[in-house]
């Protein structure tokens, strides 16, 4: 046992990248943790978890990195923090470490980024025996670390350098030193529009350790309308070393938060006795819209000089007015994104992909002829008792409703279901879900596409009027209709 804890210290630098600092596949969505100077970059405050689960069934330890960051920019300065937990099988160190970031302002297009990075690790052998101890310090073996980065940005693009490990610190685990050697990092991002609707993001990281050691990551993803997310990837090296290969990932996006997953596939003897990497991100920009006030008008209005003037996202609209100064956005939104043109921003539409109203959260507003055909149908769309068969003195009505989701694409239709209360809560919810499915088949065999068409059913949960007699009974035997849109 001793030998083997022996031999991984001496090999440390050279296997590096599984023991010293970490490979990540979501490296474009955690930037920061390897290039501080990118903490700033947002405006907005952000919170990024990470999680990654390395090589499965490759040993009985659990080889992974998980860490939570927090990062906020203020004008031209930026700070964060990271907490994080690493285990490569053999050595676990886990820590915190502290960013700041300062922007210099080149032109209206162009800035750079500094960062500098530190903080603290604790470094441990894992699998130690009573034998190994006597010759190991595997106690709090603490040992500082620091980073420096560099970046620049120029609209779309974002490329930067980075070093790690530039205090060279000791483990700490034997009398001699065990170094944390340099790492040295380059990546590049572009953000590409095709059409209006899907947004084209390359990425390449390269990584080098002082030992000579070199990993590259090139990733492709796409993003459809900031709602789902799909890529590929391939991580390698220019060694005889093929335990690398491609990834895939998928995400969602809701409003302000961000979920990323991958599967790493490895190609090289490894992969007999390994299923591969999975990582997991979620990502969360806390985006606050702040408060304005009117102001009075100068009796003498004096327009700023032009060079004062800043636009990040080169969106035509100055950061100092722009709601979302580093993502490309719409005049009508204050500048951010809003891909219905309705002047209400994707992160607060309701209906992001209809023409809607802002009192309405970007939603359409039914005109009174509509929402009186709605009415209208629901009055006069009635059962016979204990039947989901649809009467034919309902037909046209339901017919008028079906016209109107024929002319209106991005309109879906809310159908719920309700019994009378004769015979029991099970029998009537089966009832209830009956009538729905009935009122729904009416509406395919319309040519209405069966997604556009949500269906619930209550049973005599939600009665119209009290079940006294059967007036009133028959009027709870119904069908409900509520409106709403993509």
């Given amino acids: 046992m001793i030998k083997k804890i022996l031999l991984a210290l001496f090999l440390l630098p050279i296997v590096g990248f599984a023991q010293q600092t970490s490979i ?23 919170v990024t978890l990470n999680a990654r689960q390395q090589w499965y069934k490759f040993s009985d330890s659990n080889i992974g990195r998980s860490s939570l960051t927090l990062n906020k920019g203020f004008n031209d300065d930026g700070f ?26 080149l032109d209206e297009k162009s800035f750079l980024f500094y960062g500098l990075s530190g903080g603290y690790q604790n470094n441990q052998l894992g699998e130690l025996s009573n034998l190994d101890i006597a010759f190991l310090d595997n106690k709090f073996n603490w040992s500082p670390n620091a980073s ?25 685990f034997t009398d001699n030193q065990n170094i944390l050697e340099k790492h040295y990092y380059a990546f590049a991002m572009y953000d590409y529009m095709l059409g209006t609707s ?33 890529g590929i990837g391939y991580i390698g090296n220019f060694t005889e ?13 809701f409003s302000n938060l961000r979920s990323i997953i991958s599967q790493e596939f490895t190609t090289g003897e490894i992969a007999s006795y390994s299923v591969g990497t999975m990582e997991m991100t979620l990502k969360y920009e806390q985006k606050v819209l702040e408060k304005t006030y009117p102001k009075k008008e100068p009796i003498e209005k004096i327009e700023e000089p032009k060079q004062d003037k800043i ?13 979302c100064p580093n993502q490309f956005g719409s005049i009508t939104a204050n500048g951010c994104p809003d891909l219905d043109k309705d002047g209400v921003q994707d992160s607060q539409d309701m209906c992001p992909n209809t023409i809607g109203d802002l009192l309405n959260n970007g939603c359409p507003i039914l005109s009174k002829s509509d929402s009186s055909l709605l009415e209208k149908a629901m009055t006069n769309l009635e059962f016979d008792k204990n039947s989901a068969d649809i009467k034919p003195t309902s037909i ?31 029998y009537n919810f089966n009832l209830s879900a009956k009538r729905a499915q ?21 049973g005599e949960t939600m009665p119209l009027v009290p079940n006294t007699n059967e007036s009133n009974m028959q009027k709870n035997r119904r069908v409900e209709f509520a409106i709403t849109f993509i």
């Fill in 80 to 105: 964060g923090l990271e907490v994080f937990s690493d285990n490569s099988g053999n050595i676990i160190n886990s820590g915190f470490k502290l960013n700041y970031s300062r922007r210099v302002i």
């Fill in 438 to 458: 009935s009122v729904r088949d009416y509406f395919i065999k319309m040519g209405i596409k069966k997604s556009r068409l949500i269906i619930d059913f209550y």
């Fill in 198 to 230: 899907l947004l084209l993001k390359p990425s390449a990281m390269y990584k080098q350790a002082e030992s000579g050691s070199a990993q590259f990551d090139l990733n492709l993803n796409f993003n459809y309308k900031n709602t789902l997310s799909f």
């Fill in 311 to 323: 636009d990040t996202d080169n969106d035509g609209i100055y950061d100092d007015e722009d709601l």
């Fill in 24 to 46: 990540l596949s979501h490296y474009y969505e955690n930037i920061s943790m390897f290039n501080p100077s990118f903490t700033g970059y947002n405006q907005f405050a952000t």
């Fill in 396 to 426: 046209s009505y339901l017919t008028n409703i079906g016209k109107l989701l024929l002319a209106n694409k991005n309109m879906l239709l809310v159908i719920s279901g309700h019994t009378d209360s004769d015979a029991s809560n099970d």
């Fill in 241 to 253: 070393n093929k335990n690398f290969g491609p990834l895939l990932t998928i995400g969602l996006n």
């Fill in 148 to 172: 420096f980065g560099a970046s620049y940005s120029r609209q779309s693009l974002l490329i930067g350098i980075s070093v790690d490990g530039l205090l060279e610190s000791d483990l700490g």
